[in-house]
């Protein structure tokens, strides 16, 4: 059986990568099937393609956060995700709000600061066990993609 799909990029401005880069190759070492979408996304880059993965993570290191997200509460109410489990990490600023305003936004996971990887692959396994894997349909991933993308 195939893993689960993680919808995985950078949002805003930010273009830090490493951090992406190490994320993506552990998660797909760990038979999970990565959607990466590098950095620099929209908001609505993740929302239009959420409904195809168990879960989206969402990376902001430059601190811009909160801006980022002003309208992930409602983007959220106005796309069908189909259960899709939402993570949000980086260096999301101290002036950008504490882990409960994130979560109030509608994220399952926040994390504000570093957190290990090993840490992150374990909450990964509690939030996922017992759902079913998204069917992948690469074509469809393909297609989907925002314009300026190409994975």
């Given at each position: 059986m195939q893993g689960h799909t993680i919808l995985l990029g950078g949002i805003g401005g930010d273009?830090?990568?490493v951090g992406l880069t190490i994320l993506r190759q552990s998660l797909s070492a760990h038979g999970y099937q990565v959607r990466y979408l590098g950095?620099?996304?929209t908001l609505s880059d993740f929302f239009q393609m959420a409904g195809m993965a168990n879960l989206?993570?969402?990376?902001?290191m430059d601190g811009?956060?909160?801006y980022y997200l002003r309208e992930f509460p409602t983007y959220k109410r106005e796309f069908q995700t189909n259960g899709t489990l939402w993570y949000l990490g980086g260096n999301l600023g101290a002036n950008n709000g504490c882990e409960r305003?994130?979560?109030?936004?509608g994220f399952n996971r926040v994390f504000l600061n570093f957190i290990e990887l090993e840490t992150v692959l374990n909450?990964?396994?509690q939030d996922l066990n017992g759902?079913?894997?998204v069917a992948n349909y690469p074509a469809l991933w393909e297609q989907s993609l925002p314009a300026t993308r190409s994975v």
């Amino acid at each position: 059986m195939q893993g689960h799909t993680i919808l995985l990029g950078g949002i805003g401005g930010d273009s830090h990568s490493v951090g992406l880069t190490i994320l993506r190759q552990s998660l797909s070492a760990h038979g999970y099937q990565v959607r990466y979408l590098g950095t620099q996304n929209t908001l609505s880059d993740f929302f239009q393609m959420a409904g195809m993965a168990n879960l989206v993570m969402i990376s902001s290191m430059d601190g811009h956060a909160r801006y980022y997200l002003r309208e992930f509460p409602t983007y959220k109410r106005e796309f069908q995700t189909n259960g899709t489990l939402w993570y949000l990490g980086g260096n999301l600023g101290a002036n950008n709000g504490c882990e409960r305003d994130y979560l109030d936004m509608g994220f399952n996971r926040v994390f504000l600061n570093f957190i290990e990887l090993e840490t992150v692959l374990n909450m990964l396994g509690q939030d996922l066990n017992g759902t079913e894997a998204v069917a992948n349909y690469p074509a469809l991933w393909e297609q989907s993609l925002p314009a300026t993308r190409s994975v």
